[in-house]
C-alpha cells in the first residue's frame, strides 16, 4: 500500500490548501459543464451557429483536461 501525505503551512498556503481539498468539487462543476454541453449536442435542435459555439466549447474542455494532463476517469 501506497499513502500520501500532504502538509500545508497555514494560513501561509491557504490557497494551495482549498485547492488539494476541494479538487473533487473542480471535477463536479467540470462535469457538469460538459454533460451540459453533450445534452446540448445530443439532444437540441441547434443553429449552425450554436451548434459550432458548443463544438468550440467541448473542444476547449478536451484540450484543458489535456494540457494538464487529467482525465475524468
Not at 459543464?33 to 459555439?53: D, I, S
Amino acid at each position: 500500500m501506497v499513502k500520501a501525505i500532504l502538509e500545508f503551512d497555514l494560513p501561509e498556503e491557504e490557497c494551495n490548501y482549498r485547492t488539494a481539498i476541494d479538487g473533487h468539487k473542480w471535477k463536479s462543476a467540470y462535469n457538469e459543464v460538459w454533460n451540459f454541453v453533450r445534452e446540448k449536442l445530443k439532444y437540441h435542435e441547434l443553429t449552425k451557429g450554436e451548434g459550432k459555439a458548443y463544438e468550440e466549447i467541448r473542444e476547449k474542455l478536451i484540450e484543458a483536461l489535456g494540457d494538464e494532463n487529467l482525465d475524468l476517469d
